[in-house]
């Protein structure tokens, strides 16, 4: 029954599905009745597509491994011809991809599909840049909600702007920018409760619900250490405590103008900071190696390309910063920015089948 549940799934389900496949109690015997192609979801016959939505849903390559041997066995046998393939030389590999994104071209279509993804229509139709400049209390509240979401992991930068639309259009995205009125947020939690179904709509999003609340209720704080950080000397700017202002020597004595409890952002921090550089609401080259967002996508193509993996137990500004010193030897520039989009065309060659051939990566 379940199996035959998958057949029908539509396309936003299907992240879902594998995630269930590859975590469920019943995973592995439901992902046995999948195997025979014949039977098979059309959607589940597609390698790339397939292995693009096992890599967001799971961490571990031997898992991700024999659930694509599984169900492409034939990939896995490599042609006697292909055996003995010498990888790229990385240089090669960085000359191309630098080659690649000079084409201005190149660099518009893949940051509006990127825009796309992550950003819900209605607040890319004015654009986000404008939003953000006029101080448009929709932008900032949403860049920072999209921030935290990068807590989550493995979801999908189309899950979380889905997350936001669904905000939008349940009325809840007013409340969220209205932090006083406690009332309103609890009437949020039971109609998201009670107008469930079969299960309960986004819950790893609303697992967020205290975080956003802190966003929505500091926000204007929050903005104003961000917007200070490309004005601070360089000695005087430590991304660690940029959002954790009471920690942060630098505003000793600024009084409660800056004060904040620490922002719940992790990882969506160097989210948040490379937006806010790519967009140009903030400028400062010392910003930059904070602007590398040090995912597991990211940092497996470039440890295919040379880099000597961070620990697990390093803090992701470490793995930020490694992954610049990394590039910046690599590119052979001190300020590695990829025109200041930094690791989205990287992301986007990674989940391009295409561009990996083209750039000489094994599939």
């Known amino acids: 029954m ?156 189309r899950q979380h702007r889905s997350f936001i639309e669904l905000a939008h259009r349940e009325g809840w995205w007013e409340v969220f920018k209205t932090p006083d009125d406690a009332s309103a947020w609890m009437t949020v939690l039971r109609d998201w409760q009670d107008g469930a179904w079969a299960k309960l709509p986004y819950p790893n999003w609303m697992s967020l619900f205290p975080a956003i609340y802190q966003l929505s209720r500091y926000r204007d704080a929050y903005v104003r250490l961000l917007k200070s950080a490309g004005r601070r000397p360089e000695g005087m700017y430590q991304v660690t405590a940029l959002l954790a202002p009471r920690v942060d020597e630098a505003l000793t004595g600024t009084g409660t103008h800056f004060d904040a409890p620490p922002a719940p952002l992790s990882m969506g921090l160097h989210w948040v900071l490379r937006e806010l550089v790519r967009l140009e609401i903030v400028r400062g080259e010392h910003l930059f190696p904070d602007c590398w967002v040090p995912s597991e996508q990211v940092l497996r193509l470039l440890g295919d390309l040379g880099l000597d993996r961070p620990d697990d137990a390093m803090s992701n500004s470490q793995k930020a910063r490694t992954i610049f010193d990394f590039l910046a030897s690599a590119l052979g520039t001190e300020t590695p920015n990829l025109h200041c989009a930094f690791d989205i065309p990287l992301r986007h060659v990674a989940s391009d089948p295409g561009l990996r051939h083209r750039f000489g990566l094994e599939q």
């Open 2 to 157: 379940m199996a035959k549940w998958c057949a029908d799934l539509p396309e936003d389900l299907h992240a879902a599905a594998i995630h269930y496949l590859l975590h469920g109690e019943l995973g592995s015997s439901v992902l046995q009745r999948l195997e025979p192609t014949e039977g098979r979801p059309r959607w589940l016959r597609q390698y790339d597509a397939v292995c693009r939505l096992v890599e967001d849903q799971c961490e571990e390559s031997w898992r991700r491994k024999s659930f694509l041997v599984a169900l492409f066995p034939d990939r896995f046998h490599e042609p006697e011809s292909q055996r003995n393939r010498i990888r790229p030389e990385p240089d090669t590999f960085f000359q191309q991809l630098l080659e690649w994104w000079d084409d201005a071209a190149v660099r518009s279509e893949v940051l509006d599909g990127f825009e796309s993804r992550a950003w819900p229509e209605w607040l890319r139709r004015d654009g986000i840049a404008a939003g953000l400049r006029m101080d448009s209390a929709d932008h900032w509240l949403a860049l920072l909600v999209l921030g935290a979401c990068r807590s989550l992991g493995r979801a999908q930068d």
